[in-house]
């Protein structure tokens, strides 16, 4: 949405058309980042409302309607259309919500900002709410009307049923960011890490590693437990092969890489080496600090250990401009998105699914031939008096 005190009032002016009264308006704080408007100009649109007799405040409630009870009056008549929104109303433009986790997760927000650039481009009216906790979400749904197409991000949160109950209500098409959902009346648009794992380990092999570890979180994820039934499938299939697994206890939105150098460190024998040559690692969201974890553990990268990341090949932050990188790309997963949004429109009868992002990489520095790091520690080694 444009920041203009026009779109604010035109905001509002739906919510009171769609509330019930006890409906909870957005609070003073979101209204103003949402439309980067100023205190005073949200509580003049605030008084606006209660001199048309709309909306009540009472301390510990918050700010909520009322309904329309009473005669109409001159600012309750429709707003006149504007070529511009006239346009927009001809070319069928929908109203969409984008649901985003407030975490520090940067895929999360890269894909939201790239998403919303690309309906607003097509001239569809966006709204980009962020929730901290399920509680959160619902609070802010009760003061918004009702959408044509709501996306929602868990990004490794569990999604309450309650809440999408809430958002199949306020929304006709409700989309999932992640494969997460699979047989409801739900699109989801996800990775599924089996097909760029084993592509990492083919590059892998290619480079002449043998001992090679997949690490990853113990969370059980759709998507990361089908990654580690392809990792059990090349064990069976690739005896040649000497595969290990590295159980990580976290989440990318916590200390995550910390947590997996921990675990490498654990792995180290008496001599200091691990008992493989090469990692695929799942989760990575800074590569330059985990480059330097890795580097203050006495592992550098490939010197001692070649790496392969599973993540976002189109995120600087991911692969730090220097990991050999397997995944998808952010790009690829706002296409999705964007697609199945304009599938369901146009044929709200189609079969609900799950859809797959395609498998890019981005070549890097962390590769390196068993031999070759082996040779660079034994150059970096100090020779003895």
């Not at 504007?82 to 997760?105: D, H, M, P, Y």
């Not at 401009?321 to 690829?332: E, I, K, L, N, Y």
Request: net charge positive; proline share 6%; with cysteine.
């Amino acid at each position: 949405m444009r920041s203009t005190s026009f779109d604010l009032d035109q905001f509002l002016d739906e919510l009171a058309r769609d509330a019930r009264p006890g409906d909870r308006l957005p609070t003073i704080r979101e209204l103003m980042r949402r439309f980067g408007a100023s205190q005073m100009l949200v509580q003049r649109a605030f008084q606006n409302l209660k001199a048309r007799g709309l909306i009540e405040s009472q301390v510990g409630r918050g700010t909520y309607f009322v309904g329309r009870g009473g005669p109409a009056t001159a600012a309750d008549a429709p707003r006149p259309a504007t070529a511009s929104t006239e346009r927009t109303r001809q070319s069928g433009a929908k109203s969409v919500l984008l649901l985003r986790r407030s975490i520090s997760i940067a895929r999360g927000r890269v894909l939201v900002e790239g998403l919303q650039r690309r309906l607003a481009a097509e001239g569809h009216r966006v709204l980009e709410l962020s929730y901290s906790d399920p509680e959160h979400a619902l609070a802010a749904l009760k003061g918004l009307p009702r959408f044509d197409a709501c996306v929602v991000q868990s990004t490794f949160k569990t999604i309450p049923i309650g809440l999408l109950a809430a958002l199949r209500d306020k929304s006709e098409v409700l989309a999932v960011d992640g494969a997460a959902l699979v047989g409801t009346d739900v699109e989801a648009v996800g990775t599924e890490w089996g097909e760029p794992l084993a592509a990492a380990v083919a590059l892998l092999r290619q480079h002449g590693h043998r001992r090679i570890a997949y690490a990853s979180t113990t969370h059980p994820f759709l998507a990361t437990q089908l990654g580690r039934r392809r990792f059990e499938t090349l064990r069976r299939t690739l005896p040649e092969l000497e595969l290990h697994e590295v159980d990580v206890p976290g989440l990318p939105d916590g200390d995550y890489a910390r947590a997996l150098v921990e675990q490498l460190k654990a792995a180290l024998g008496a001599g200091g080496q691990l008992p493989f040559s090469a990692l695929v690692a799942w989760g990575i969201e800074d590569g330059a600090r985990f480059r330097s974890l890795l580097a203050e553990a006495g592992l550098p990268i490939p010197a001692a250990l070649s790496v392969v990341l599973l993540g976002r090949t189109d995120l600087p932050n991911e692969h730090a401009d220097f990991f050999h990188t397997v995944g998808c790309s952010v790009a690829d997963q706002v296409d999705a998105l964007n697609q199945v949004l304009h599938a369901r429109w146009a044929d709200p009868s189609a079969p609900y699914g799950v859809r797959l992002t395609p498998v890019t990489a981005r070549a890097g520095a962390s590769v390196a031939a068993p031999a070759k790091a082996a040779a660079e520690r034994s150059r970096a080694r100090p020779s003895r008096p």
